[in-house]
Nanobody, 115 residues
Framework: QVQLVESGGGLVQPGGSLRLSCAAS????????LGWFRQAPGKQRELVAV???????TYAKSVLGRFTISRDNAKNTVSLQMNSLKPEDTAVYYC?????????WGQGTQVTVSS
């Protein structure tokens, strides 16, 4: 059974930092492309960052220079370090694992940026 479990969300003030983690089980983790997506109320889910099996990374323009995605294949985890957070970063953050026609999602973790 495949499971992706996110953690690390919470409430943070503007300018603050959070680190999200996603622990995967039930897949051959090292071959999967991993991504973080987010969905704000009333908006569509959007890509935040992606890291391939070869560790190539891609970021949304809105987070470039502030967020960093990384993976630890030994621990089957993908992380998202978020710095200089803004109120517009408020959303539910989801991790995704994709390989070929297979893709899996976590249940999401809430990030709220507010003073």
């Amino acid at each position: 059974q495949v499971q992706l479990v996110e953690s690390g969300g919470g409430l943070v003030q503007p300018g603050g930092s959070l680190r999200l983690s996603c622990a995967a089980s039930g897949i051959n983790f090292s071959i999967y492309t991993l991504g973080w997506f987010r969905q704000a109320p009333g908006k569509q889910r959007e890509l935040v960052a992606v890291i391939t099996s070869g560790r190539t990374t891609t970021y949304a323009k809105s987070v470039l220079g502030r967020f960093t995605i990384s993976r630890d294949n030994a621990k089957n985890t993908v992380s998202l370090q978020m710095n200089s957070l803004k109120p517009e970063d408020t959303a539910v953050y989801y991790c995704k694992a994709e390989w070929g026609r297979s893709d899996y999602w976590g249940q999401g973790t809430q990030v709220t940026v507010s003073s």
